[in-house]
């Protein structure tokens, strides 16, 4: 069965090796030397995520099939200036 689990903060380590998983996966051709390295570290590092989990304009979730993790999807809401109903 394949599930979709909103990430929380008590998932904050597995979260960071997914994003890094994820992201080296894509685009690690596109970096040269240790480019990847720092930029991973830099964008995924646990208190940044943390952060991220934290606030409400952030969503990650898990895509889980039969119990594992086989997947991650992420979004952030745009905030707009002076919006109101």
Do not use: P
């Not at 380590?13 to 720092?38: D, P, Q, V």
């Amino acid at each position: 069965m394949t599930e979709v689990i909103k990430a929380n903060i008590a998932d904050l380590k597995i979260l960071r090796e997914i994003c890094i998983r994820a992201y080296s996966t894509s685009f690690a051709h596109h970096w040269i030397e240790n480019g990847l390295e720092l930029y991973t570290a830099e964008q995924f590092n646990e208190n940044r995520l943390s952060d991220e989990v934290k606030n409400i304009a952030f969503d990650y979730f898990f895509i889980r099939k039969d119990g594992e993790n086989i997947g991650l999807q992420n979004s952030k809401m745009k905030q707009i200036k002076n919006f109101q109903i």
